[in-house]
T-cell receptor, first 111, second 112 residues
Framework: DAGVIQSPRHEVTEMGQEVTLRCKPI?????LFWYRQTMMRGLELLIY????????DSGMPEDRFSAKMPNASFSTLKIQPSEPRDSAVYFC?????????FGPGTRLTVT | GNSVTQMEGPVTLSEEAFLTINCTYT??????LFWYVQYPGEGLQLLLK?????DKGSNKGFEATYRKETTSFHLEKGSVQVSDSAVYFC???????????FGTGTSLTVIP
């Protein structure tokens, strides 16, 4: 298995632009998680899905952030418009029971 | 709600030193307990886990014992190596759900 796949691995964009991060979970996993990691705030859970349905989005910082999971093999996290304070590493993780498997992350830099 | 408190870092040790990273948690139920490790530039990966009281999880020379009476899951290794330099996260998860509560992470640097 290829593990959790995230793209792009690095993204540099200007303030105000739309950013879309992508995730392909491990086949057969029914839960998917989006995290954000910064030096200041550590690892934060943004949103998680169970069977493609958003269960808890209380960690989404504001309306500029949105996440979708149109099917069991794909999810997106969108930021529009992006701001410099959104610069972070964004991780996607999937699980079938309790153990979560993390992707390599997308390093986002907003200038 | 659930929460987890981890020993603050950064921790710097010499090679072959003994390592302890403390972790205590609060939970409304009976969680499973996990330690994750994050190597530089990578995502988190499972290091070890324990699912019930007095269970000991172990992997790569690391160990942690599920202590229900003290609600703790301290990570230990008898002799650290330079390759153990990473950030370590403690995480309880309730058996009724699958949402993790990660600790703040403890950065470990092992010097030759």
């Amino acid at each position: 298995d290829a593990g959790v796949i995230q793209s792009p691995r690095h993204e540099v964009t200007e303030m105000g632009q739309e950013v879309t991060l992508r995730c392909k979970p491990i086949s057969g996993h029914n839960s998917l998680f989006w995290y954000r990691q910064t030096m200041m705030r550590g690892l934060e859970l943004l949103i998680y899905f169970n069977n493609n349905v958003p269960i808890d989005d209380s960690g989404m910082p504001e309306d500029r952030f949105s996440a979708k999971m149109p099917n069991a093999s794909f999810s997106t996290l969108k930021i529009q418009p992006s701001e410099p304070r959104d610069s972070a590493v964004y991780f996607c993780a999937s699980s079938s029971q309790y153990e979560q498997y993390f992707g390599p992350g997308t390093r986002l830099t907003v200038t | 709600g659930n929460s987890v408190t981890q020993m603050e870092g950064p921790v710097t040790l010499s090679e072959e030193a003994f390592l302890t990273i403390n972790c205590t948690y609060t939970a409304t139920g009976y969680p499973s307990l996990f330690w994750y490790v994050q190597y530089p530039g990578e995502g988190l990966q499972l290091l070890l886990k324990a699912t019930k009281a007095d269970d000991k999880g172990s992997n790569k020379g690391f160990e942690a014992t599920y202590r229900k009476e003290t609600t703790s899951f301290h990570l230990e290794k008898g002799s650290v190596q330079v390759s153990d330099s990473a950030v370590y996260f403690c995480a309880p998860i309730e058996n009724t759900g699958n949402q993790f509560y990660f600790g703040t992470g403890t950065s470990l640097t092992v010097i030759p």
